[in-house]
């Protein structure tokens, strides 16, 4: 039996902690969610931070703009967070409309509010391997593995997928943390024998159980970041079902990484109100 | 035989290409350089930018700042060629003394004035895939690959060491390109079994024939960026002797990646003279 990768009891961990710690400070944290339209995926993801939100004793206060919004009037709704001292951390719901200068809106977040890591400072902090905040899915990749004891340093990671919401933060932060990092892609020739050749394998593509018995090797560890929805159930970017015994450990789709994000969210919240105090 | 890239020959087609297309203009390219204290190999580089600009008919400016100036001092130098309508690019000479806050400092150049790629806007657009001025070392290993018709789509490439200022950003650069990125360092257990399943290899150590005939394997290109003096001499990464007859392509050192950093360096000066005019 392989050891399964329980991201719904850790998270449940951390909600624990940070509802414990928020219990005892003087203000509640606030993050301000801005989402731009009404895209039914973002409004469930929205509604997941809302719930745990509510579950630590923090603010949620969620923006929702018209799909039409002018450029400038974002960034001034950006600008209005930034300076409101009640509000700890902003996040901008991806994805937002195409005709939107996505990286001028992300950047026009205070740096010390940027509880996603998105902004052009955090992301270079990342590079240059001193972070400040850390991409919650990324850090919750992290928070997996340092739970179960996994130490990632001198271990050969492969990353498949190579988005810069995900893909890419992984992959440097796992450098940061001293592993040897591949990032395989799309491009990639030969993707099989690279996954088998990894010590750790972390995907996230959005391709529903790309990574099959034929991709994965003994010993391994596999952290499943892909949630995609087939025909009403989440499926996760592994073949949890033939995989989970040839290898040494898994994270399972629902409940692997997915609940870890949301946490280390209010995690990096928590962070940036007590820097900010 | 194999083919030797030869970065030389290449760095003076580049400068004939400038020089060239400066004598056009109405007014002449400026860098700035800032150099802090007297640091005897940041003198060499600096030479050789000055060497270069006087070449091509591009105004180099050399600030030799005090090595205990105040950092409100240096980032006011950095304001002043900002403002200086006649400056098209600013580099820091690295590196600067360790009291100083580097990211800070560097993240006060202007991200159009920004020609080495340093700032946090710069190495954002390198992560997100879509860079504006991609740094001088890196950019010159791009174009020696496409130079010599290396294209990097698709095959496995392992960059050794994982520096802010060359390793990292290389990655980043030929992820871009489609490449199948490695990023191996001195943590890496097991480097000679990484290098030798490379299709290309390029090492930026700063460790002396650290690569030896033992690293590669038949049909791979490899990429030296390791600069060293041993004995008076200039040294690289790899044991150019030994390695050479066994690849398929490589560059030596000096003659290499060396020269083409400083041409990539006046590529972006011209480039961002356009872009501002």
């Known amino acids: 039996m392989s050891q399964i990768l329980d991201g719904k009891a850790l998270r449940d961990e951390i909600l624990d902690d940070l509802k414990n710690q928020i219990s005892k400070l003087d203000q509640k944290p606030e993050l301000v969610i801005i989402q731009v339209g009404d895209l039914a995926e973002s409004n469930t993801y929205i509604e997941q931070k809302i719930k745990f939100g509510e579950k630590i004793g923090a603010i949620v206060t969620h923006k929702k703009l018209p799909l039409d919004i002018a450029e400038s009037e974002l960034i001034r709704e950006i600008q209005l967070a930034n300076d409101d001292e009640n509000v700890n951390g902003i996040i ?45 899915t990324t850090k919750g990749v992290i928070t997996l593995l340092d739970a179960n004891k996994i130490d990632p340093s001198g271990k050969h990671v492969v990353v498949v997928g190579r988005s810069t919401l995900v893909g890419k933060p992984t992959a ?8 040897t990092v591949t990032i395989a892609h799309k491009k990639t020739q030969n993707l099989q024998a690279i996954t088998k050749s990894a010590d750790i394998i972390v995907v996230a593509t959005g391709k529903p159980k790309l990574i099959t018995k034929d991709y994965v090797s003994e010993n391994q560890i596999i952290i499943d970041i ?12 592994v073949d949890f079902e033939n995989v989970k015994d040839l290898v040494a450990a898994i994270s399972p789709v629902p409940g692997g990484a997915g609940p870890m994000t949301v946490a280390s969210l209010f995690q990096n919240l928590l962070e940036a109100y007590q820097k900010q105090s």
């Open 92 to 136: 901008i719901q991806l994805p937002i409309p195409q005709s939107l200068n996505k990286e001028k809106i992300i950047d026009s977040i205070s740096p010390q509010k940027d509880v996603d890591g998105q902004t052009a400072i955090s992301i270079k902090s990342l590079v240059v391997g001193s972070p400040t905040f850390i991409p919650a």
């Open 172 to 179: 440097l932060a796992l450098l940061n943390r001293d592993a």
């Open 226 to 237: 892909g949630i995609t929805v087939v025909d009403g159930k989440l499926v996760g970017d």
